[in-house]
């Protein structure tokens, strides 16, 4: 007889056998899932959304998500396998990221050293860089629940950094080893294409209008929303480096208040050992202004991002 699952049955999904849930939105779960065809030899994510929750335009969303996810094909972007659906379901296959959220990873380690955010930040920003300059898509929900990883063993250190203010709930997150990471990251790879927009079609082959004769605000347009992806990855950059968001506040109407003036600061004594270089492309991230703002290529020419080999957190 067979074993009842602590999950839902769900109607077409009889190929898979759920093994976990790794993680919820709105209207979905995410489960780790297993093929009894053995087509697939590795474990997949199935993203379960609950259609009958949703009007008619939540359904939609939920198609261009897939429509997008569909045309992407980088090695720092959880790809999608297939997708289905029943009368009360849609079935999203994606590729496993089994590491699950560098969110809780953050939580764990409480702060990055400088080696490991940019380890992490330069392939959050690989995939941005493929998103913004060869599909004209903008994803526009970075944050580290949608940031996902392969987690690979942690080498304990050598020598642990000595204890500094701030420091108390440090979990040691090991050795750094060049290529691969540290703190049980590996592989980053963007999940979560909910809420994200073309902005122009690559496979179109009839140019709309010649290039000197779009309006300015139509440039501008496809500018500004790249942008938000930009502060978006100031936002997460800052918190790996100290474990806190930049912007923060119980008040939701203060919060927006601060976020709207781009009020933020590197707090001491949590920011006292971090790179002033780390600093610097920060304020060039969280930049109110979305003209001066980074683009995609200044973030990758910058001196931090360029750096390689150890930066120690006593190096300023
Ligand atoms: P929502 O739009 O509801 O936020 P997401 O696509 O972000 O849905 O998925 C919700 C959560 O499920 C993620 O934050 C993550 O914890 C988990 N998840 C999603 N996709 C994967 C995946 N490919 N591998 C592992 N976990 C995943
Ligand atoms: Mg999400």
Redesign the pocket.
């Known amino acids: 007889r067979e074993v009842r699952s602590k999950f839902p049955r769900y109607p077409g999904l009889e190929r898979w056998e759920l093994v976990e849930k790794?993680?919820?939105?709105?209207?979905?779960n995410?489960y780790r899932a297993r093929d009894r065809t053995g087509a697939y030899t590795s474990d997949v994510?199935i993203?379960v959304v609950r259609k009958y929750e949703m009007n008619s335009t939540q359904r939609a969303n939920i198609l261009k998500e897939v429509t997008i996810m569909r045309k992407l094909d980088h090695p720092n972007i959880?790809r999608l396998l297939e997708f289905s659906e029943a009368k009360q379901y849609y079935y999203i296959v994606?590729?496993?990221?089994p590491g699950?959220?560098l969110f809780h990873q953050i939580v764990k380690l409480t702060y990055f050293s400088e080696e490991l955010s940019r380890h992490v930040i330069i392939q959050v920003a690989k995939a941005l860089e493929y998103l913004h300059e060869e599909q004209g898509v903008v994803h526009r929900d970075i944050k580290p629940?949608?940031i996902?990883f392969y987690p690979i063993p942690v080498v304990p250190s050598k020598n642990p950094k000595p204890r500094q203010a701030g420091d108390e709930d440090k979990v040691d997150e090991g050795e750094f080893i060049p290529g691969k990471g540290a703190g049980g990251i590996g592989q980053i790879k963007i999940?979560?294409f909910?809420l994200s927009k073309i902005i122009w079609e690559t496979n179109t082959t009839t140019p709309c209008g010649t290039v000197g004769y779009t309006a300015p605000e139509i440039v501008k347009d496809e500018m500004y929303s790249k942008s938000v992806d930009m502060w978006a990855l100031g936002c997460v950059l800052y918190t790996l480096l100290c474990g806190f968001p930049p912007f923060y506040d119980e008040s939701i109407e203060v919060l927006t208040e601060k976020v709207a003036k781009g009020q933020f600061t590197f707090l001491s004594p949590w920011w006292d050992d971090i790179s002033k270089s780390a600093q610097d492309l920060i304020s060039h991230l969280l930049d109110v202004n979305p003209e001066r703002r980074y683009t995609i290529t200044e973030f990758m020419n910058h001196p931090w991002i360029r750096a390689s080999g150890p930066t120690p957190r006593d190096e300023k």
């Open positions: 790794m993680g919820d939105g709105a209207f979905s995410v994510a993203k959880v994606l590729e496993l990221a699950g959220e629940e949608n996902l999940a979560d909910g």
